[in-house]
């Protein structure tokens, strides 16, 4: 049910179409980026499908203010959206996430994570000060780098808040972390 994300009263001020990408997106009054993929269903070729069959509706992209313009744009079919005085350029990318010891960190969106601690049961939702390119998990840390800077973080045992310890520069594109120490890779290093 594509109706459950967007509140009553909210309008879509704006729409783009992207033909190499097949996606329509509208920018709405309450900051969202709605999005939706022509996929008609398979099998069904010449034979007749209601419009809105031939739609599928993304997840939309959440951002803050009144979207009052959305356009596609350059050779890699990012999507632009101007809120009032800010334009902000969205590219797609791949959601990181990972379990590891009973807790899980799934991005939610370019900046936030979604973590659970099955063994506490503790919920934390976290944005982040950069943009998740990937995430690793134990019982006690966090961390996330997005391939220029990795921020680490205490998960508390005691359903306290999540605090960051520590942040450095790097070029990294994996990292792992074993008891105290964190390993991560970098063009034929490992450190």
Request: glycine share 8%.
């Amino acid at each position: 049910d594509s109706t459950a994300t967007f509140t009553s009263g909210e309008a879509v001020n704006c729409l783009s179409y992207c033909s190499k990408k097949g996606v329509l997106a509208g920018g709405t009054s309450e900051g969202k980026v709605a999005m939706w993929k022509f996929a008609p269903a398979a099998g069904l070729a010449g034979k007749k499908q209601d419009g809105e069959n031939k739609w599928k509706f993304l997840t939309p992209t959440v951002l803050e203010g009144n979207i009052t313009q959305v356009q596609w744009g350059s050779s890699k079919n990012l999507l632009a959206a101007n809120i009032v005085a800010t334009v902000i350029v969205l590219n797609e990318q791949s959601m990181s996430a990972h379990f590891r010891d009973g807790v899980t960190a799934v991005q939610v969106s370019p900046t936030q994570l979604s973590i659970s601690c099955f063994t506490s049961r503790a919920h934390y939702d976290l944005k982040t000060e950069i943009q998740v390119k990937g995430v690793y998990v134990t019982q006690e840390h966090l961390a996330v780098w997005n391939g220029k800077k990795l921020v680490v973080y205490d998960i508390p045992s005691d359903k306290g808040a999540m605090r960051m310890t520590g942040t450095f520069q790097t070029d990294s594109a994996l990292v792992c972390m074993h008891e105290q120490n964190l390993h991560r890779v970098e063009v034929l290093l490992v450190h």
